[in-house]
Structures are given as structure tokens and as C-alpha cells.
Nanobody, 121 residues
Framework: QVQLVESGGGLVQPGGSLRLSCSAS????????MGWYRQTPGKERELVAT???????NYGDSVKGRFTISRDNAKNTVYLQMNSLKPEDTALYYC???????????????WGQGIQVTVSL
């Protein structure tokens, strides 16, 4: 069994910063790409940022230059540093990881439960 646990969300004023963390635990052999997605009511889940095991990053257009994704491979943890936050960044943020367990040859996609980020005065 694999779990992704997110932390660090909350309420912040426009222009402020937050740092999200997501740790993978369980029967893990290797963790490949990790990332963050977000969703608001009535809209599809959208890419925020991804990072490979070799630290190659990719960002959604709306967050480029403001958000930074990083990871600690030893801790199976991915971070999202969010700066210059805007009200339109308000969403439920989901952690994602492609994980290979020790019990088989295939990597599967796993999702966290989601964590709320609200940007408001």
C-alpha cells in the first residue's frame, strides 16, 4: 500500500507565499515523476508543476516564474514553493507520484487527498 500525504496549505493574502509538501510512504521500490495539480469547482484538474527523479521540471503557464517545484529523493517528498500568490491560485491542490512498488514491475499513478489553498484578503 502506498500513501501520499500533503501538508502546508491554508489561507494567505494576495502577494503572499506558501510552501506545500507531499510525502510518499508505504511499500515503495522507486518514485519516478512527482507533481502538483489543482482543481476548482466546475473545472478540470490542471497541471501546476512536475519534476522527474532527475530534477527536470515542467510548469503550467499560469504559475511560471512564481512557483518552484523541488524534491528530496531520500525522503520521497516533493515540495511546491508558491510566491506572489493571486486569488486565482485558490484551489484544491493534489499531489501526484508515479511509484513502482517492490511487489511488481509496473509503476502506477498515485494521488494525495488534496489540500486547500485560499488566496484572499
Amino acid at each position: 500500500q502506498v500513501q501520499l500525504v500533503e501538508s502546508g496549505g491554508g489561507l494567505v493574502q494576495p502577494g503572499g507565499s506558501l510552501r506545500l509538501s507531499c510525502s510518499a510512504s508505504g511499500s515503495i521500490f522507486s518514485v519516478n515523476a512527482m507533481g502538483w495539480y489543482r482543481q476548482t469547482p466546475g473545472k478540470e484538474r490542471e497541471l501546476v508543476a512536475t519534476i522527474t527523479s532527475g530534477a527536470v521540471t515542467n510548469y503550467g503557464d499560469s504559475v511560471k516564474g512564481r512557483f518552484t517545484i523541488s524534491r528530496d529523493n531520500a525522503k520521497n517528498t516533493v515540495y511546491l514553493q508558491m510566491n506572489s500568490l493571486k486569488p486565482e491560485d485558490t484551489a484544491l491542490y493534489y499531489c501526484n507520484a508515479k511509484i513502482k512498488q517492490a511487489t511488481g514491475p509496473i509503476s502506477y499513478n498515485y494521488w494525495g487527498q488534496g489540500i486547500q489553498v485560499t488566496v484572499s484578503l
